[in-house]
T-cell receptor
Framework: AQTVTQSQPEMSVQEAETVTLSCTYDTSESNYYLFWYKQPPSRQMILVIRQEAYKQQNATENRFSVNFQKAAKSFSLKISDSQLGDTAMYFCAKSGNTPLVFGKGTRLSVIA | DAGVIQSPRHEVTEMGQEVTLRCKLISGHNSLFWYRQTMMRGLELLIYFNNNVPIDDSGMPEDRFSAKMPNASFSTLKIQPSEPRDSAVYFC??????????????FGPGTRLTVL
């Protein structure tokens, strides 16, 4: 079975600082898609950023960027200039020939 | 567009009762996914449909769970009879394209189910 592993159950960061959330995955597919979703206390699942495995360039969305290491099967999320509104659960997910498989999540707290 | 709509938002029921969760897809989307979220198991895919047809229901826990998509915009997830271990948040999500694409899944707000 395909797995997505997030090794950091909880993290905290000072407002305006940078934080990196880790994610590794297991797959035998050559092409697939990786996603980071954010789940704030409201419970709504929100797509933060996505990466296509055949693209070498790391995806960037404003303050959010990824470090995609295909050989290492690693897909970390970097949040720059952290804001209080970034406090949430963050889920890494992978989609290939099957629907999304999610990691267990990392709870991020941004401290004022 | 109002996004994916789920009802009810909260449901409290007693063990043995039938529970029906409802989901309305985003107009024009062709794929529909039901997920369950618990602290212990995280987010699990229960079943997904493409063009109203169930494609993979291997995540459905047991025969007490059933899902239907009577038309292109609406789906139900039924639990009969319900048990306390079914307590969870159930999400519905839809996407324009099927799995295996770089296509975002749009999630509904979820239904928090509590079975006493």
């Amino acid at each position: 079975a395909q797995t997505v592993t997030q090794s950091q159950p909880e993290m905290s960061v000072q407002e305006a600082e940078t934080v990196t959330l880790s994610c590794t995955y297991d797959t035998s597919e050559s092409n697939y898609y990786l996603f980071w979703y954010k789940q704030p206390p409201s419970r709504q699942m929100i797509l933060v950023i996505r990466q296509e495995a055949y693209k070498q360039q790391n995806a960037t969305e404003n303050r959010f960027s990824v470090n995609f290491q295909k050989a290492a099967k690693s897909f970390s999320l970097k949040i720059s200039d952290s804001q209080l509104g970034d406090t949430a659960m963050y889920f890494c997910a992978k989609s290939g020939n099957t629907p999304l498989v999610f990691g267990k999540g990392t709870r991020l707290s941004v401290i004022a | 567009d109002a996004g994916v709509i789920q009802s009810p938002r909260h449901e409290v029921t007693e063990m043995g009762q039938e529970v029906t969760l409802r989901c309305k897809l985003i107009s024009g989307h062709n794929s529909l996914f039901w997920y369950r979220q618990t602290m212990m198991r995280g987010l699990e895919l229960l079943i997904y449909f493409n063009n109203n047809v169930p494609i993979d229901d291997s995540g459905m826990p047991e025969d007490r769970f059933s899902a239907k998509m009577p038309n292109a915009s609406f789906s139900t997830l039924k639990i009969q009879p319900s048990e306390p271990r079914d307590s969870a948040v159930y999400f519905c999500a839809s996407s324009l394209l099927p799995p295996g694409t770089n296509n975002e899944q749009f999630f509904g707000p979820g239904t928090r189910l509590t079975v006493l």
